[in-house]
């Protein structure tokens, strides 16, 4: 009976072996990895123990916000690959974020890795130098007076339009509810980038169009679908 129980004890002791992650990588990438939001990126692991694995856990934590992502892999055996093709889902949050992935073997012993790095902005960048704000962050037009969009927009895909509205933002009180609906569409096939040309791009804001604050919204599309839109208040004056 006592050679059961002292058998018995060293077989737990050899259970409570933690599993070791031998290697891992993002798209070829182990030191400070980074990973296009939206996109696929492939993810390979190594992992082995003293008896048999079960799982590996991926689990991607924004620092910016609570967005996470989560997945786990069947494991088999004492020593087990995995490499998979994973795509981020579009409401990934850009910026930094960790990568945590954890080893658990048959007996729910378990080893873990947590490794910093980032999730890149697959949207449009916009990055307007006309029109400007006043000191209190407002576009201010003028009624019957052109107004001249300038600047650029880069993207990793091709870009395919680019839309400008200006809508009332409070109750209507007088003046049209819209005053631009625009939308320029970008027909080449590698538009990576648009400056929107000699001379920027004009807007006729109506001469009705007064004493009311609007709304303007920016966006820009790629052929993927991503976009990025700025939202600014606007006040049109006489």
């Known amino acids: 009976m006592g050679l059961v129980i002292a058998l018995a004890a060293c077989s737990d002791e050899e259970d409570s072996s933690q599993p ?40 991607i934590e924004s620092e910016l916000d609570d967005w996470y992502y989560f997945e786990s892999f069947a494991l088999s055996g004492s020593n087990s690959n995995v ?16 990568f945590i992935i954890t080893v658990e073997d048959q007996s729910g012993n378990e080893s873990q890795r947590i490794i910093p790095g980032e999730i890149l902005d697959n949207r449009p960048q916009i990055n307007l130098t006309s029109p400007t704000k006043n000191s209190d962050g407002k576009y201010v037009f003028i009624a019957g007076a052109p107004v001249i ?17 200006i809508q009332v933002s409070s109750p209507y009180i007088g003046g049209p509810q819209e005053v631009a609906d625009e939308e320029v569409v970008l027909e080449g096939t590698n538009d990576t980038s648009y400056d929107f040309g000699s001379g920027g ?12 604050n609007y709304r303007m919204t920016f966006s820009a599309f790629d052929n993927k679908g991503n976009f990025q839109t700025i939202i600014s208040q606007v006040e049109i004056r006489p």
């Open 20 to 59: 070791i992650l031998k290697s891992f990588s993002f798209n070829g990438e182990s030191d400070q990895p980074a990973v296009l939001g939206a996109e696929t990126f492939t993810f390979e692991a190594q992992a082995e123990d003293n008896e048999n694995l079960k799982r590996l856990y991926l689990r």
């Open 83 to 98: 490499s998979e093709s994973i795509e981020l889902p579009n409401d990934a949050t850009p910026g930094p974020c960790s």
């Open 149 to 165: 969009f300038d600047g650029l927009i880069t993207d990793n895909e091709d870009l395919s339009r680019i839309v400008i509205r």
């Open 201 to 212: 791009y004009s807007v006729n804001i109506p001469q009705n169009a007064i004493n009311v």
